[in-house]
């Protein structure tokens, strides 16, 4: 009998006896990494569509590991801290009407805007770097209309739905006109006035998909997975 001794054959044994568990930690290795390069690319993405997105929107993203060969991307607490940003993303992901804002509640509650109406920016809105409408003040009513020695005082005023507003300008003159409903700043010159649309009430406001998130996460994926594989079972088989 003729005895062959191939070296490393016993090695080669023990790795294909624990193929199995080798493919399973190969496999979580290699989805966790993808999913990692999907949610870094979804939040580039969001980056590139969106107007100056918060720290805050872009933290939103996450990866969890939610159960065996099982990897989740995206807004992992949709009920918790991050329930804002899971209703204003997902309008931007499906499309559709956009939900009531929590100013748009107390207007409503005020009897400033009637219901069913939402708010966009208007030619006088002071919007923060992340294009997002600064709050207004509606506070100290009288200090803003006396101004200071630097900048004119103003006031505000409401438009509702159908109104034709009245006002007088320092020059005596008035005027009478339909305005398009909204919150409106007038600036108290000392030539007379002038008026600003701050707010514009409208009856809907909806928006366009502008985030495919889904195409993101496939294509990310498709480009990843099998090379995430590939290296990660590499790896496994070197122990």
Known sequence: MLTVKIEGLEELKRKLSA???????ATQRALLKTATAVKDAEVK????????????????????????????????DPDGYY???????????????????AMEKSLQSRYLM????????????KMDAY?????MGFAGREKRRKGTRKSYGFEYFVVQPGARRSYQLKSGKTGNHSMQPGIYMRTLTGFGSA???????????????????????????????QAEFDKAIQLELAK
């Open 195 to 225: 008026i600003k649309p701050v707010m514009i009430f409208v009856k809907g406001a909806r928006y366009q998909v502008r985030f495919n998130f889904e195409k993101v996460a496939r294509d990310t994926a498709n480009a990843m997975m």
């Open 83 to 101: 329930k804002r940003a899971a209703s204003y993303l997902g309008t931007q992901v499906g499309g559709g009407q956009r939900r009531v804002k």
């Open 19 to 25: 193929m199995p568990r080798k493919v399973e930690i």
């Open 131 to 135: 294009g997002n409408m600064s709050n």
């Open 114 to 125: 009637p219901a069913g109406w939402f708010t966009v920016p208007g030619e006088g809105a």
């Open 45 to 76: 993405e969001m980056g590139r569509v969106f107007n100056k997105p918060t720290r805050w929107t872009l933290g939103a993203m996450k990866v969890k590991a939610t159960k065996k060969m099982e990897v989740e991307v995206g807004i992992l």
